[in-house]
């Protein structure tokens, strides 16, 4: 079966404060594809980034990173200089290849303080 | 690009009445996704739909749901005797094409209360 785990239900910080947020997968299958996605207050969720199981370069985009490593089946996300407007739960989430199902994490909700 | 539309966005019934919502996706997108999210959870996996064919169910779709997309455009998902335990959020997602890897687009959501 496969499975997301986010471990971190909140996470408070003060702005400018580095951030991670932590997520853990199960599967048993060798193509599958990991993504990130931002809820803010209005209910929208955002999506945010892609990896591919094949692909494990990290990658950065503004304040945002993203740490994949297959050896721990972790996809963990770093949000730099935080900001009041990143405040949003924020959902890690696992296809399978072939698959048309998003398995979700039950998210971690980020507080960032002025 | 108006992006997915969800109408309702609240409903408040009583038990046993029947709800509709209607998600409308971005327009070319082929793919329809129903999720339900409950208070501190991620989004489930309801049913999905490419085109006008419904292709995948959750267990989780008693027989009191159903979902149907006419003509591949707007998507209806109906609840039936509704319970207190279907107050959720549900949430619409489209995407375009036919890889399994492509992003979605997620539309408000309709917040559903039964008294």
């Known amino acids: 079966a496969q499975k997301v785990t986010q471990a971190q239900t909140e996470i408070s910080v003060v702005e400018k404060e580095d951030v991670t947020l932590d997520c853990v997968y199960e599967t048993r299958d060798t193509t599958y594809y990991l993504f990130w996605y931002k809820q803010p207050p209005s209910g ?30 972790s996809f963990n ?12 739960v924020y959902f890690c989430a696992l296809r399978l290849d072939g698959g048309f199902k998003t398995i979700f994490g039950a998210g971690t909700r980020l507080f960032v303080k002025a | 690009d108006t992006g997915v539309s969800q109408n309702p966005r609240h409903k ?44 995948e169910k959750s267990r989780l779709l008693s027989d009191r749901f159903s979902a149907e997309r006419p003509k591949g455009s707007f998507s209806t998902l109906e609840i039936q005797r509704t319970e207190q335990g279907d107050s ?15 992003k979605l687009f997620f539309g408000s959501g309709t917040q559903l209360s039964v008294l």
């Open chain 1, 77 to 88: 996300f770093t949000i730099t200089a935080s900001q009041v407007v990143d405040s949003a």
């Open chain 2, 88 to 102: 959720a959020m549900y949430l619409c997602a489209s995407t375009l094409g036919q890889a399994t890897n492509e």
């Open chain 2, 12 to 55: 408040i019934t009583k038990r046993g009445q029947n709800v509709t919502f209607r998600c409308d996706p971005i327009s070319e997108h082929n793919r329809l996704y129903w999720y339900r999210q409950t208070l501190g959870q991620g989004p489930e996996f309801l049913t999905y739909f490419q085109n006008e064919a419904q292709l």
């Open chain 1, 44 to 73: 929208e969720l955002v999506f945010l980034i892609r990896r591919n199981s094949f692909d494990e370069q990290n990658e950065i985009s503004g304040r945002y990173s993203w740490n994949f490593q297959k050896s721990t089946s």
